[in-house]
């Protein structure tokens, strides 16, 4: 290991002589063709002040987590509709749908059906040639008109977005594309057909590469029921999705790593539309209202495979070579090319590309959608040119694809934007999301990738503006829920120990046999690290992020205490299902309901990529025990998994590797809720919590049975009245695919309630 760790003489002061990487970031977005001024879309050269040294960030950012406390078409409807700008992006026209539009009579309706009652295929006029979409995608609400200081009243309004990716060649652009939006039948009052509709010309969000971004703001008016919302381009068919009703909790569907590795042959697994099929079936019979993606939407990793230029990089042996390579315009190129057509093709195809039409995403991105383990490898690699080049091109289609939108729109443009600080090797700002699911419910999409190092997840400065934000958006009595989306679980199986195997020095005579080739994909091509060792340093409960983990996780109780809202923490990228959880020491007894301390960490992963054998998952669950945060806060895997799902019992009954996403819903009394009967565990991991915090003797008493369900840990056998301690609460779904080699991707559900909080104060 000559040069791997070792500082050369190849200095920053030698990296500024480098010449603009062929003015790549400087590419035109052909605007100055169009009638209207729009955004062009421009990359900020490389910031060298924020890429100092590992030791130097990372100094800081314990420090802070030591000392820190607590022109349209003619027509019958309403055409290019300007409005404020709330949320409606780069442009102040979007199609917004009001209640009077459901009793208004619309037009007649072509209802894209043959004679025989056959759906056929309308054609778009003009002209457009659909490279990938439409793509929905969801921004969150607002009030209008609410009385001063009042959290009711007034009209709510479910915001949102469309967006199409055309072909110039093939497409006519004068006039520029349009979209109508409408109350569909099936929505209360509307008799037959459409009602009133709403009309908006399209803004150019981006065109480069022969192709064009075309984004529609849309802004529906919520019902006193929940709506089914109808919308076409350029006179297409019609495509449907549904707004829920006035202070309805939305039905959510969560799901994480939707791809394969390089290693999986799609063939085993009926390839990626399995579990997508059973989505689109449970979608017509509730129509879910978001689609949450916590990272890893799309797998880039063939990039390493299906490029020239970059593919030649990796090869480089010398890292000394290889770190000081320059970011070429041939190299540039490719990549682009790359990520444009990786991500037309991924996000059009299949049962995947029909959700994304049908209902509204939301998404964070994690290292896949980039390559995988950007952030996670040593400073040295992660800042070189050619690295960085890849991660603003990355972070550009990740833009594009997943979010409608380009780096230059900010908070004042889009609300749901929470901006964080600049990245260290992609140099932007981070990204995560805010916004509402309902009005008891909130979402919070943590951007962990964008300022992801080797030591740190997030840095001190994005965190006090994540809580500024959260402390603000909190409605008192109102807001009941907060969903954290991570894109790594943060209460999850340690794995330290063999962190230290493979940082250890006996690993270096077997480090170079992996570079020379001998032990196959023992070393990766990036840094000549263990392969391994990237996904390990991505875990919140890896050695180098323990400080920052712990820290966020009394600042969530701490925020929970403080507004008495439920902090549930979604996470994925492991592959398989389970419930991690946070809370209190049972010396403390607090039952569940009053435990701001309780918070679950609902593991969801993967929908479409391969799952580890049983023989990982069992090791990984030999691995868990009860960890002590601090003297008030314990952490634990819920055993949710009592069977399989041919319902034999599981001697591993806290994570199953099986594909898999999850449903998160209100709780409905009416239900048939399986886990609503209060069925005593006998050896539940409580009363191992008990023994490892009291101890036992012989002169203890029995040991009770512990609801580990309802009643939380502090006493046991307690009469519960279900519906009043689940009112308000949430309802959470792991569905399992029950047979990998069904296409039909039937799962089989495994049900988790999570009761709403309320503190007591003293």
Not at 330 to 350: K, N, T
Request: with cysteine; proline share 6%; aromatic share 10%.
């Amino acid at each position: 290991m000559p040069h791997l760790f070792h500082r050369s003489k190849h200095t920053d002061e030698e990296d500024s002589k480098i010449p603009e990487r062929a003015n790549y970031y400087k590419t035109a977005s052909g605007a100055e063709n169009f009638k209207k001024p729009q955004p062009t879309y421009q990359r900020a050269p490389v910031n060298r002040t924020a890429i100092e040294s590992n030791n130097k960030v990372r100094t800081r950012h314990l420090h802070h987590f030591r000392h820190r406390n607590k022109q349209g078409h003619e027509g019958s409807g309403y055409v290019n509709i300007p409005t404020e700008h709330v949320g409606a992006g780069f442009t102040d026209q979007v199609a917004r749908l009001c209640l009077e539009d459901i009793d208004a009579e619309g037009p007649p309706v072509d209802d894209a059906k043959d004679k025989k009652g056959k759906e056929r295929r309308a054609k778009f006029s003009p002209p457009l040639y659909v490279k990938c979409g439409p793509l929905l995608r969801y921004t969150g609400l607002r009030r209008d008109d609410a009385p001063s200081g009042s959290s009711s009243g007034g009209r709510e309004t479910w915001r949102g977005s469309v967006m199409i990716l055309c072909e110039d060649e093939r497409s006519t652009y004068n006039p520029a594309p349009y979209l109508r939006l409408c109350y569909a039948d099936g929505t209360h009052k509307v008799r037959s057909g459409e009602g009133k509709y709403r009309e908006v010309e399209a803004m150019l969000l981006h065109a480069e590469h022969g192709v064009t971004f075309w984004r529609f703001n849309i802004e529906v008016e919520m019902c006193d029921v929940e709506a089914k919302i109808a919308y076409r381009i350029n006179g297409g068919n019609p495509i449907h999705f549904w707004v829920p009703a006035v202070g309805q909790t939305m039905n959510i569907m969560f799901h994480s790593c939707n791809g394969f590795s390089l290693s999986v042959n799609p063939d085993d697994f009926s390839g990626p539309d399995p579990l997508w099929n059973d989505v689109l079936e449970k979608h017509k019979k509730k129509p879910f209202h978001v689609m949450i993606g916590g990272g890893d939407q799309i797998y880039n990793d063939a990039v390493s495979k299906q490029t020239t230029h970059f593919r030649d990089w990796l090869s480089i042996k010398t890292p000394f070579h290889k770190s000081g390579h320059d970011f070429t315009a041939e190299m540039a190129a490719e990549l682009e090319s790359f990520y444009l057509d990786r991500y037309s093709f991924w996000f059009a195809q299949g049962k995947f590309g029909v959700a994304n039409c049908q209902i509204p995403m939301v998404n964070i991105w994690d290292d896949h959608d980039i390559i995988d383990g950007f952030g996670s490898y040593p400073n040295h690699f992660n800042r070189c040119p050619v690295f960085t080049g890849l991660g603003a091109i990355a972070m550009k289609y990740y833009m594009l694809f997943q979010h409608q939108s380009t780096v230059q729109e900010q908070e004042e443009h889009e609300p749901s934007w929470l901006l964080g600080e600049q990245g260290p090797y992609i140099t932007e700002r981070n990204r995560s999301i805010f916004m509402f699911l309902g009005r008891s419910v909130a979402l919070l999409g943590l951007d962990c990738r964008t300022e992801r190092m080797r030591d740190m997840v997030v840095s001190a400065g994005t965190y006090t503006k994540v809580f500024n934000r959260l402390n603000k958006e909190m409605v008192p009595g109102e807001t009941k829920h907060l969903i954290v989306l991570l894109g790594v679980p943060i209460a999850y199986p340690r794995l330290v120990w063999l962190e230290n195997i493979l940082t250890s020095r006996i690993m270096d005579p077997i480090k170079a046999l992996g570079r020379m080739g001998i032990l196959g994909g023992f070393i990766n091509n990036f840094d000549g690290g263990v392969e391994l060792l990237d996904d390990l340093d991505d875990h919140w409960t890896a050695k180098n992020h323990k400080q920052e983990r712990n820290w966020f996780i009394k600042e969530l109780q701490n925020f929970s205490e403080r507004h008495s809202v439920r902090v549930t923490i979604l996470g994925g990228d492991v592959h398989l299902a389970g419930i991690g959880q946070f809370m209190s020491n049972p010396k403390l007894k607090i039952s569940k309901v009053n435990d701001h301390r309780y918070m679950p960490n609902i593991i969801s992963s993967a929908i479409v990529n391969t799952p580890p054998p049983n023989a990982m998952a069992d090791i990984l669950n030999k691995r868990n025990k009860i960890h002590h945060l601090d003297l008030d806060t314990d952490e634990d895997m819920y055993p949710i998994f009592e069977t399989d799902v041919d319902d034999t019992p599981r001697n591993n009954k806290r994570l199953l590797p099986r594909r898999n996403y999850c449903i998160i819903t209100p709780h409905d009394p009416g239900a048939d809720n399986a886990e609503l009967e209060l069925k005593p565990l006998k050896d539940s991991k409580f009363s191992k919590i008990r023994k490892a915090t009291f101890g036992k003797s012989k002169t203890d008493p029995p040991e009770q049975e512990f609801d580990a369900h309802y009643d939380g840990v502090g006493s046991s056998k307690i009469e519960v009245d279900k519906e009043e301690l689940m009112r308000d609460g949430l309802q959470v779904t792991l569905q399992m695919e029950i047979d990998q080699k069904n296409p039909k991707g039937a799962t089989k559900p495994y049900r988790f309630a999570v009761p709403a909080l309320t503190v007591v104060r003293e």
